[in-house]
């Protein structure tokens, strides 16, 4: 029988707002525990909500780039369950009015476009979280992340692969960096899936599905998808049932594990929120917020081969990450040379932060210093090695160009009596391989000339070292001759 794989993704990103959703508490990552917490967000009772509002309008943002419908009148309801990381007992969310509806993502899976449908985006508060010892046994509470502002983008079940899923998942954050409104470090938890998947007999009835939550990077992501849908097949071929339940992914033993039997919407006894008025968007709101949404990545990468010239490759890869798009057009903004800056960013800037294990979240590479350096070596004032060495102090130590320049020793030399006299010393050092080279060897040439280079310190005009050689090699042959 073949067996087909449905699967819905629930995202969860968080916002990136300086003070979270209902109360004026940093929405900050890495604090001490416990310290950005007050009566609103640690649930004390008599304590009242105020929305904040650039959590709406990062919504809208989020809705709008993804193609979605934006609910003009919309409201918060109550989510009830009890967990320890939840010190209210109630989640702040939206079931019946949410803010986005009926949007969509296009991805690419082996040159095979797809659009993946989204079924809503709704905003809610984030939970704690819990930190467990594995020394003590014991578990402790931090309420830092309690409030801080989510929106959770649910797809329709349209997905069919572990590789459309992080296609999609792919998509869905580089928009969302973009856009501005999420950093999407999936190590610090800003971005998570709950993965919501079934089997069938292929275009038959959907199955029995399960959940597998809050998982935090991409490559697990796609083991759990293809672990679970494995196990499903397994369990239906032997003749058992899937019981609908949300599963725990292990990484390191690269499997799910039954948690709890799954919730139904009616377990959560949601009612509207009393605490907080409904919401209202009017078209000046709208108006604005649409105006003011950035280029998206997949329009750059086409501006980029269009007004550029820069090859698919390299566009993609300019393209890839926000922080990698803002220093190639701040670079070539401020050189005008937008192939070099591509070549420079795609090949020495990527080779350093990859030898470095600096991930495009943390580049922080002045664009000021790489166009100064861009034009000294267009400009013929230091040749391409001195210009690597130079790339490399910047991105390491924030050198300051001219200086480190001057200080090293790398100003390139042209005069051309300098390379003269040391291609002759090169050559009555070297009278095997001039030798050689009139005998017919070509490539003794480069060796000839690789000397030449490190007599001058590396620092000499790689075509008048050339021209000298040359020339030497023709009067000594002439003279030979």
Not at 97 to 111: A, K, L, M, T, W
Not at 475 to 481: M, P, T
């Amino acid at each position: 029988m073949e067996w087909e794989t449905v699967i819905g993704l629930e995202v969860h990103a968080e916002l990136s707002t300086k003070t979270k959703i209902f109360c004026g508490c940093r929405a900050s990552f890495g604090g001490e525990p416990n310290t950005y917490v007050c009566p609103v967000c640690s649930g004390m009772p008599g304590s009242l909500p105020m929305l904040n509002r650039a959590v709406v309008e990062y919504a809208i943002r989020a809705g709008l780039a993804l193609g979605c419908t934006i609910t003009r009148s919309c409201k918060f309801d109550r989510k009830n369950y009890f967990y320890p990381d939840l010190p209210k007992s109630y989640q702040v969310s939206q079931l019946y009015s949410p803010i986005c509806r009926d949007g969509n993502v296009e991805i690419d899976v082996d040159s095979d476009k797809k659009m993946i449908g989204i079924r809503e985006i709704h905003m809610e508060e984030d939970a704690g979280k819990l930190i467990h010892d594995p020394q003590s046994g014991n578990s402790h509470m931090d309420f830092n992340r309690c409030g801080i502002p989510l929106l959770e983008i649910v797809s329709h079940p349209d997905i069919r692969s572990s590789g459309e899923a992080l296609a999609y998942l792919h998509k869905l954050r580089e928009t969302l960096m973009y856009l501005g409104i999420c950093d999407c470090k999936m190590q610090e938890g800003s971005l998570r899936a709950d993965v919501n998947l079934s089997v069938r007999p292929a275009g038959g009835r959907m199955g029995v599905r399960t959940e597998m939550k809050n998982l935090n990077s991409f490559k697990a992501i796609g083991r759990a998808i293809e672990f679970e849908a494995g196990r499903q097949i397994k369990v239906l071929m032997g003749g058992g049932q899937i019981e609908q339940e949300t599963r725990r992914w292990d990484d390191d033993a690269c499997a799910s594990y039954s948690m709890r039997s799954k919730e139904n919407t009616q377990d959560y006894r949601y009612f509207p929120e009393p605490d907080l008025l409904p919401i209202d968007i009017d078209e000046n709101l709208l108006a604005r917020i649409e105006e003011s949404l950035p280029e998206p990545a997949d329009q750059k990468r086409l501006r980029y081969k269009r007004d550029y010239s820069i090859s698919e490759r390299e566009a993609a890869v300019l393209t890839e990450h926000k922080n990698i798009s803002d220093l190639f057009e701040s670079v070539t903004k401020l050189s005008g040379e937008p192939l070099e800056s591509a070549h420079l960013i795609t090949g020495e800037i990527l080779r350093l932060m990859n030898q470095t294990n600096t991930l495009p979240d943390d580049l922080s590479v002045d664009g000021r210093k790489l166009a100064l350096l861009i034009g000294f070596v267009l400009g013929g004032k230091i040749n391409r090695n001195a210009y690597k060495e130079a790339i490399e102090a910047v991105f390491t130590l924030d050198a300051q160009p001219e200086s480190y320049i001057m200080e090293k020793g790398l100003i390139m030399l042209t005069d051309n009596s300098i390379f003269v006299e040391a291609a002759k010393a090169v050559l009555d050092e070297n009278p095997t391989a001039v030798e050689d080279y009139h005998s017919g060897k070509d490539k003794v040439f480069g060796f000839l000339l690789g000397q030449i280079m490190r007599k001058l310190g590396g620092a000499g005009n790689p075509e008048m070292a050339r021209k000298a050689l040359q020339e030497l090699l023709m009067d000594r042959y002439c003279l030979k001759g």
